[in-house]
């Protein structure tokens, strides 16, 4: 789309592409979620949104991409990229900042069906729009974080090469949880860069991210 080449974004891992959904996707990635994220009785996310009568998941999981990308605004911008591997979404990859221009710094989060997990395509998901993150786009640092009780989502941070940066306690349905904060800065992404990936379609989103080219080779200084 001329108007927002968003929709020609893609980045590409040895087993997944990850790109903004259309239609079909879309509806592939509400199958995705009915299919099941997590076991019941667990809930690792802080906005418990998988927790919706089964009726309405599938729509919920939809309006959420609409809704990102309707608030998408160059100073707090949201990208939901679903992961497709083989052919099949298999869950969503984000990357968000705000006033990004200033601080250069990203935060992520993402899910998958729970019958693609422990393949280490979560791996691949988030060093792909880590890579996007840093040498795209220039960040300095990234973020993110993971109930304590959480330890696939651990396991993936501590591999990327992450660093320990605080706590964080919050209530999710009811409960007390705590929370596992994570930084990456752009020397610590470097030594673990092993995942390869591919961007396509990133010089005409560029002053949609906050990065425009007027940036030049400070992105990559």
């Known amino acids: 789309m001329k108007h927002w080449p968003l929709f020609g974004l893609r980045l590409r891992t040895p087993r997944l ?25 667990e809930m690792p996310f802080a906005v418990p949104w998988t927790h919706a009568p089964r009726e309405e998941l599938g729509i919920r999981t939809i309006r959420w991409q ?95 090469g992450y660093r320990p940066n605080g706590m964080t306690r919050s209530v999710v349905l009811g409960r007390p949880v705590e929370e596992s904060r994570f930084v990456l800065d752009r020397d610590d992404w470097a030594a673990h860069r092993e995942v390869e990936t591919e961007i396509e379609g990133l010089e005409p989103c560029l002053r949609h991210f906050g990065a425009g080219p007027s940036d030049g080779d400070e992105r990559f200084s």
């Open 17 to 41: 592409e990850l790109r903004l959904p259309g239609p079909k996707e879309l509806d592939e990635l509400a199958d995705t979620a009915l299919e099941g994220v997590h076991p019941p009785d």
């Open 66 to 160: 609409w809704k990102m990308l309707a608030e998408w605004t160059p100073e707090d911008w949201h990208l939901p990229l679903v992961a497709v591997h083989e052919g099949r979404v298999i869950g969503v990859q984000e990357l968000h900042a705000r006033d990004f221009a200033v601080l250069r710094e990203v935060s992520s989060g993402s899910w998958m069906g729970l019958r693609h997990q422990r393949r280490g395509l979560g791996t691949e998901m988030r060093a792909a729009v880590l890579e996007l993150a840093f040498t795209g786009l220039g960040a300095r640092f990234a973020t993110t974080g993971a109930h304590t009780d959480n330890p696939a989502s651990l396991g993936v941070t501590r591999k990327l």
